[in-house]
């Protein structure tokens, strides 16, 4: 007697309509779950969606409590390492419990990814090259979410002092938003339990803000996104951590050339500017300061979402396409690094950090594409915190004896 006749599978790939084949994901086969496609095409556009469900196991809690080998809680303040046995490669260390995730009201605009986490509407542009040019409408719709956002990261950094931890940062962060009708952008993308990036020393980006105390001579990058009128403005600073940061010759070479980088690099938008130009500007730069320039992350196009093409590398010989138009809305933000441009990602799939423990620094703007240049949508204020700082005598000895750079100042 034959044996019964397997009912059709449909495929789970992003908004098709295909019945599966016998094609699997090979990461689900090994977690023991089924998960058919009907190409291999329709299973590579659907990655960045279908690659989130490994993240989520049976105890949807994971995302926000740490995994199961811990540290001991300090009896004192309950605070621990989640991850004691993982090779770090600085000296900071994660400070559990994180905080309860903060919530945004009903009435405020929510990003598709706010509920489950998936930015579904940038998923149907994956692979695509085509990029968006924004009419004069979605222009001020993006000047004013850039200005909402400057102001967020400026009441963000001046509170930051020794003393201070991340967490406080992020809840001071949280508040400004709500306060603007906006929702903080980085809040549950692709599972991100806070509503800002923060990375001090050795961590590149992606930072999870914490219980860890910041220390007088630390640099900390602050990443500030917000979403407000259906439209993202992002924009990051590095900035120094007490009266020690300022003195360390090498803390200051570090964030100082990665804003300079930036700044040169701003100097090339214009239309006609081709997306791989930059990177070789920035990295010459770098390279003349005895700084690397990490390659696994790049600029990104940013308009009603808030990641899309272009992608803007921040290293030369890249392979970039694409051409500057007016309309066009990216970002450009070089994290350089004192040592090597190698990252390695702490076990919090988040965290992102240099392998051999060096202190790294980041700066980024929203920029707009103009008729005749470019319009920083996230530009500094006259009385934005932070800015530029003289080279310590050091440093500057470093860099004379690197020998390639002119010594030119670079206007912030």
């Known amino acids: 007697m034959a044996g019964d006749v397997a009912s059709k599978r449909h495929c789970i790939g992003l908004e098709c309509q295909n019945d599966a084949g016998t094609l699997q994901c090979p990461t689900c086969l090994k977690l023991g779950k089924e998960s058919f496609f009907c190409s291999q095409d329709c299973f590579k556009k659907s990655w960045n969606e279908h690659r989130a469900l490994h993240k989520t196991p049976s105890n949807p809690l994971r995302n926000f409590f740490p995994p199961k080998v811990v540290s001991e809680p300090d009896p004192a303040t309950g605070y621990y390492n989640p991850f004691p046995t993982f090779p770090f490669t600085g000296s900071?260390?994660?400070?559990?419990?994180?905080?309860?995730?903060?919530?945004?009201?009903?009435s405020i605009s929510h990003p598709d990814y706010a509920k489950d986490g998936i930015p579904r509407s940038e998923q149907k542009f994956v692979g695509r090259n085509n990029i968006t040019i924004l009419d004069k409408?979605?222009?001020e719709g993006m000047r004013k979410v850039c200005r909402l956002a400057r102001e967020v990261l400026d009441i963000a950094a001046r509170e930051v002092r020794p003393?201070?931890?991340?967490?406080?940062?992020?809840?001071?962060?949280?508040?400004?938003?709500?306060?603007?009708?906006?929702?903080?952008?980085?809040?549950?993308?692709?599972?991100?339990?806070k509503s800002i990036c923060?990375?001090?020393?050795?961590?590149?980006?992606?930072?999870?803000?914490?219980?860890?105390?910041?220390?007088?001579?630390?640099?900390?990058?602050?990443?500030?996104?917000?979403?407000?009128?259906?439209?993202?403005?992002?924009?990051?600073?590095?900035?120094?951590?007490?009266?020690?940061?300022?003195?360390?010759?090498?803390?200051?070479?570090?964030?100082e050339t990665a804003r300079e980088c930036l700044d040169q690099a701003i100097g090339l938008v214009k239309p006609g500017m081709l997306f791989r130009e930059p990177g070789t500007v920035i990295e010459k730069h770098a390279k003349s300061r005895n700084c690397s320039v990490i390659k696994t992350y790049c600029g990104h196009g940013i308009n009603q979402l808030f990641h899309c093409a272009p992608n803007v590398p921040h290293y030369a010989k890249n392979k970039a396409v694409g051409t500057a138009k007016p309309g066009m809305c990216f970002t450009i933000e070089p994290m350089i690094s004192l040592g090597t441009y190698r990252d390695k990602t702490w076990p919090d799939d988040w965290t992102s950090v240099t392998q051999d423990g060096t202190r790294t620094a980041q700066f980024e703007h929203t920029l707009l594409v103009t008729e005749d240049?470019?319009?920083?949508?996230?530009?500094?204020?006259?009385?934005?915190?932070?800015?530029?700082?003289?080279?310590?005598?050091?440093?500057?000895?470093?860099?004379?004896t690197n020998g390639s750079h002119s010594g030119k100042t670079v206007k912030s």
């Open 92 to 106: 900071l260390r994660p400070v559990y419990p994180l905080s309860p995730k903060r919530s945004v009201p009903v």
């Open 137 to 139: 409408k979605q222009q």
């Open 163 to 193: 003393g201070v931890t991340t967490d406080y940062i992020d809840e001071v962060v949280h508040k400004a938003c709500l306060e603007r009708d906006s929702y903080p952008s980085p809040l549950n993308y692709v599972h991100f339990p």
């Open 198 to 255: 923060t990375s001090p020393n050795e961590v590149i980006c992606h930072g999870i803000p914490d219980q860890r105390i910041l220390l007088d001579g630390d640099i900390v990058n602050l990443d500030v996104t917000l979403y407000h009128g259906g439209f993202h403005g992002d924009l990051n600073e590095t900035y120094y951590v007490g009266d020690k940061a300022l003195t360390d010759p090498s803390s200051v070479r570090v964030v």
């Open 373 to 400: 240049g470019v319009e920083v949508l996230t530009a500094r204020g006259a009385d934005s915190p932070g800015g530029p700082v003289a080279m310590p005598q050091e440093a500057a000895g470093e860099k004379a």
